[in-house]
């Protein structure tokens, strides 16, 4: 049995090499929308069941379909009037489904990485070779829809295996979203020995994760993402740090709710010391000033 993690060394967080953001920022903030898509039949796995009700699960799908039909573009709109730079956990399926959402993003910059192909088909129970597969072939339609090359993943579903790390580092990936452990970029050790790293990525600032397990309201939400940055921008001054905000179009687009996130942006976006970053661009930073091995 392990003990713990392997992936990391044990590093105190006031007790490291200084970290320092382009311009002398003091937080690198990104925002993470998760542009999903979901089956309304997917392959069953045993480990999970897809949808909470027996089949047709018509409530499950079709709050998840207003994400891709009004909820995304809402969001979209809501960020244009920011500086702020997005790196989308995309569900690669949504290229062939919806690709009008993703030339949307395009159309602004976006960064796209992998978030597997389906967020109804999981990472549990696959064998090296199926796993493999699967990152492969998110990783081809990426390159294929957007012209990007991948270099991030976030497992399906937040769905991992013992090798998913690894499996994407020897695929030609950078960094990994799927740790949760730390408010800096940390080095991650990695079975080829590639250079690869862990980009910040919140659970507790993630809108599905507050409005539907912590339940709680809009305005609270946009209190906790103002002193989630307060905290962040403070600690910052003497090492950077790094502000993630994932979002999903059928969460924060929601009418009730997307003015709590836009007024946290303005709070935000109303300090000098943030670097607006993509997470390629936290991480090849990170990669070429601090990585020393992991």
Known sequence: MKPALDYYEDAPYFQRPRI???????????????LEFYELDPPANPQRAAWPRPFPDIDGYG????????????????????????????????????PEIIEMGLNRDWEYFSH??????????????QEREMIAESMALIAEHTGQHCDGYLAPALTHTESSLDLFAELGGLYTCDLFHDD????????????????????????????????????????????????????GADSGTVMCIPLHPYQVSHPHRIAAFRDALDYIC?????????????????????????
């Open 20 to 34: 320092e953001w382009p311009g002398g920022k003091r937080l690198a903030l990104w925002i993470a929308p998760n």
């Open 270 to 294: 109303g300090h000098d010391g943030v670097w607006h970053a993509t997470a390629r661009e936290i991480a090849r930073h990170y990669l070429d000033r601090y990585w020393h091995g992991a």
């Open 116 to 129: 597997g192909i389906y967020n109804t088909r999981y990472a549990y129970g696959m064998d090296e070779a």
């Open 63 to 98: 709050t998840r379909d207003y994400g891709n039909r009004v909820g995304a573009e809402r969001l979209m709109r809501v960020l244009d009037g920011y500086p702020t730079r997005v790196s989308v956990s995309l569900s690669t399926a949504l290229c062939i489904h919806h």
């Open 184 to 235: 800096q970029p940390t080095p991650i050790r990695t079975r080829s020995g590639a250079r690869f790293v862990s980009v910040p990525y919140s659970l507790e600032m993630n809108d599905t994760i507050v409005y539907v397990v912590n339940k709680i309201e809009p305005r609270r939400y946009g209190e906790m993402l103002k002193a989630h940055f307060d905290r962040l921008y403070q600690e």
